[in-house]
């Protein structure tokens, strides 16, 4: 098919895409001056219209920039992209569209997002992702970055777009969804599937509608409840998977999938209690589905009294000037430590020059810093791992260790030079081990970090011994912390404040609430929202250089 191409017929066109109509230094502005720096050709590879026959398509371009002009504008939808895109002069002066040409569907815009997720046939990497790149490529040939960057590492929660459910309502609504299904491919009424299933809560008009008598403060009650569900779910499944081969081939997929969420749930949700009744686990697992729209989403912690549900967004950028050059998005149980080297192998394919990122305690672990700098040579400036200690102050670190001669003195002044092997946290260290009676000498024996009282099984008080254990990495750990305690190491940490500004950025153009269900549209939306930051800071530069050239001239 081929591309449409749309050419100036009256005086509105002239005016509308004429130079002057939109503000300099706005993404409007930037995507009609340098659309074919933007978006060159090799891009898109693959988009419709390499053919001569067929109806006309979009060019991949156009609808490139109404996707970057619908996520500016955060929690607009594609509909609503659509309907501005037919009476905003300046939407339509950025996508070159005359005045009376008809925007593109809102069917076309949402294959072009499928397009993006898309892998590049050159690059290897999702289409969106490529774009991306090609974009911060850009601003670095523009010069964007300052000689003083200041690199930071941080992740902020993404709230997913399906709706977050208890287990009875993820049973129960999951039923419901799988009852309807089953009805529209076999052709029959859900009250025959009801029968069939001994299901009457597919009939109900909600799930807590059915069971609308039942005391859930009664533990008794729920487990009749919870027992109820879990049977109707193992007899729909069962009916489901074995009649599933007569079912069309595009519509098994979607039904196993929520066979096997339905079986997730009643797995991890429900565990049998001292009665041998069953009762909702209460305890944290990575594995809990949370929603039948987003399965990948889970619960997680922003900090002790912050619950989010969803996944998490990973960022690195330049703090001075804005340019974020690496974004990762997770679900939300997975550890920020575990993302910060994948977020440096992005970035430097980029740009070389990271010598040092700043980070929160979240990436202050050893094997964190060390791996860093194995892999991509960067230094992790973040706060080191808290020391316990007792209530007069002495602890592990109050402990002189000489690593070369393999010797610790304890505060009391009492050394030894007797370890022994051990692991700590399945990585190998050592603990130094003091002789028996040794606490004789100490001077603060009461108080000793390395003094362990010992208990018989008796529960009578039994001989103490004194040993220390160390850190997998207890030299790196004390050369960090001794650098962590100088002023101007927390001098150069405090830039990091400049962050939450960056991050502001991000979440206000879309990056804090997924607009669609799946891990891989969250990602899309947060690269897109990314990419924006980045251009506006593109756009700006231009607009000041085009400035200077007028008033120089």
């Not at 309807?180 to 052709?187: L, S």
């Not at 020059?353 to 700098?373: C, F, H, K």
């Not at 001669?405 to 370890?419: D, E, H, L, S, Y």
Request: charged share 25%.
């Amino acid at each position: 098919m081929p591309v449409k191409s749309f050419a100036v017929v009256n005086f509105e066109d002239q005016m509308l895409l004429g130079d002057g109509c939109l503000e300099q230094g706005s993404l409007p502005w930037l995507l009609r001056t340098i659309p074919g720096r933007l978006f060159p050709g090799w891009l898109f590879e693959g988009w419709r219209g390499a053919g001569r026959h067929g109806r006309k398509a979009w060019p991949a371009a156009m609808l490139m920039g109404l996707l970057l002009l619908r996520h500016s504008e955060a929690g607009l939808t594609r509909q609503g992209a659509v309907r501005r895109a037919r009476t905003d002069a300046a939407w339509r002066a950025a996508l070159r569209l005359p005045w009376r040409a008809a925007p593109p569907r809102e069917k076309t815009l949402r294959e072009f997002e499928t397009f993006l997720m898309e892998r590049h046939p050159v690059a290897g990497q999702p289409r969106f992702l490529v774009a991306f790149q090609f974009w911060c490529r850009l601003c670095l040939e523009e010069g964007l970055l300052s000689n003083d960057s200041v690199w930071v590492a941080d992740s902020t929660p993404m709230w997913c777009f399906g709706a977050i459910k208890d287990t009875v309502r993820l049973l129960g609504d999951g039923l419901h969804s799988l009852g309807r299904q089953w009805a529209r491919m076999q052709g029959v009424m859900v009250r025959e599937v009801a029968r069939e299933w001994e299901a009457p809560l597919l009939l109900a008009k909600s799930t807590k509608g059915h069971f609308a008598g039942t005391d859930w403060s009664d533990t008794e009650a729920q487990s009749v409840v919870l027992e109820s569900l879990a049977a109707t779910v193992n007899r729909a499944v069962q009916r489901v998977l074995a009649d599933l081969d007569g079912v069309r081939k595009s519509r098994r997929a979607g039904l196993a999938r929520l066979c096997q969420n339905l079986l997730r749930v009643v797995g991890e949700d429900l565990e049998a209690n001292a009665e041998g009744r069953l009762q909702v686990a209460y305890r944290t697992s990575a594995q809990r589905l949370i929603s039948h729209g987003d399965p990948e989403a889970q619960h997680f912690r922003k900090s002790r009294s912050k619950v989010c549900s969803g996944y998490k967004l990973h960022a690195l950028a330049d703090a001075v000037s804005g340019l974020v050059l690496a974004l990762l998005v997770t679900p939300g149980g997975e550890h920020d430590s575990t993302q910060l080297v994948p977020l440096l192998v992005h970035a430097k394919s980029l740009h070389e020059q990271i010598d040092e990122v700043l980070a929160d305690a979240a990436y202050g672990g050893m094997a964190t810093r060390n791996e860093a700098l194995a892999v991509t040579g960067t230094r992790v400036l973040a706060p080191p791992l808290t020391v316990a200690k007792k209530e007069v102050g002495l602890g592990k670190g109050d402990v002189s260790i000489d690593f070369d001669k393999r010797q610790a003195i304890c505060p009391g002044g009492v050394m030894t030079r007797t370890w022994k092997p051990c692991l700590v946290d399945g990585a190998q260290s050592i603990a130094f081990v003091w002789p028996p009676g040794s606490e004789e000498h100490c001077t603060c024996r009461d108080v000793c970090p390395v003094h362990k009282p010992r208990t018989r099984k008796d529960g009578k008080p039994g001989a103490p011994f004194r040993r220390l254990l160390l850190h997998a990495d207890e030299q790196g750990l004390r050369e960090v912390r001794a650098e962590w305690a100088r002023p101007e190491t927390r001098a150069r940490y405090r830039r990091r404040s400049m962050w939450e500004r960056l991050m502001r950025e991000l979440t206000r153009r879309g990056a804090r609430r997924a607009g669609a269900w799946g891990l891989g549209k969250a990602t899309l939306q947060a690269h897109l929202a990314a990419g924006i930051s980045n251009l506006l800071i593109l756009a700006k530069r231009l607009s000041e250089k085009r400035r200077s050239a007028r008033l120089a001239s």
